[in-house]
């Protein structure tokens, strides 16, 4: 075998400031054209607002066709109607006129037409011809009258889905 030599001591190093050099001055190039990016960034930003308001290519605003205003204040109208609805003096009428044996499904309004459509469901016809006769004692509501009845078969208690439909009047 062969004897190793090992040596402990390290050779001399080279000279650090030409590398420290170097850094230095690409950290002063790499700063410098970030601050000319974000210059020009700012500068085109500067100028593609300038010459958006200046355009030349700018088309004026057309004048709205009077059809489509027409459509705009009827359907202006038809909200207003919807949000000027007896919505109080209605869902009191329903909510009073209820028994332990009737619960409303749907409610819906037509302020259009002033109609106002229930969907409900009773647990037997007695149930549902006195809630009938609540309704239409109601001062709120005129014509009441049921749309269709469908008793229940898939349900085993069999209870009655109804409709009715019902005029309503404003009360002073």
Known sequence: MK??????????RRLLWPGVLLLAVSLAVAGELGTRYR????????????SGLVSTERRPSRAVSNKRLEEQAKNAETVIRQLTLP?????????????????????????????????????HQK???????????????????????????????????????ASFRSVP
């Open 3 to 12: 004897r190793l030599a090992l040596d402990y001591i390290a050779p001399p």
């Open 127 to 165: 149930a549902m011809i006195e809630y009938l006769r609540r309704l239409a004692n109601a001062r709120v509501l005129a014509d009441v009258h049921v749309v269709n009845h469908q008793i229940q078969i898939e349900d085993p208690q069999r209870p009655i889905q109804f409709t009715v439909q």
């Open 87 to 123: 919505w109080a003096s209605l869902v009191d009428t329903v909510e009073d006129t209820l028994t332990k044996d009737v619960a409303i499904l749907q409610l819906r309004p037509d302020a259009q037409q002033q109609l106002l459509r229930l969907t409900a469901e009773a647990r």
């Open 39 to 50: 210059d020009l960034q700012v500068e085109l930003t500067r100028l593609e607002t300038a």
